[in-house]
């Protein structure tokens, strides 16, 4: 049986429901003067913890996703909302960014973002940090993923890539770091 956060969440609602009942059947024991007052205590007690405990796991017990074919990539911006940018290897393939873009859009993804000032979707863009010149770092953006900040398991993700950017990169590769066929400010923008 594999349990979810959702599972979890359930069970929490009526362990709360029955911690309810259990507190109410407390008072009306100690009102009518029942022999059972205090163990009905302990269980209203017991039931509360019960109910934190399960309540946690709803919030904190998330199933890992891996995309196969994605790459290893770092997060190096996160606004905590709507924005964050990711670093990949200079190797990466388009089939591979793909793929990592998807990882990286179910990595991200937390119930605890929200769309201020934004539209409802996590953009996470993908980059590359190229050194044309000494002391110059220049940031190609490979591509980016948008999805639904609303729901987990929605499939919609919007992924573009940017081939002329990946045309820029192998052009890199093929001419070293101090290539005059690498214009500076010649890439791909996103706004």
Known sequence: MNLTSLDFSTYAQWSGILTIVCFLLAILAFILQWGIRFRLVGVTGFMGVLTAGLFALGLGLFTHTVIPGAVRFALV??????????TV?????????????????????????????????LTIRARVLLHPESGVSLPVYLGQVKRSLSNRDSEQMQIELFPESFAKLENYAKGGKNSQKFPIGDFHRIE
């Open 77 to 86: 911006y996160d606004n905590g909302a709507t924005q964050a940018v990711i």
């Open 89 to 121: 290897p200079k190797s990466i393939t388009e089939t591979e960014l793909d793929a990592t873009l998807r990882q990286a859009a179910s990595d991200l993804y937390s119930y605890g973002r929200n769309s201020i000032g934004g539209d409802n979707n």
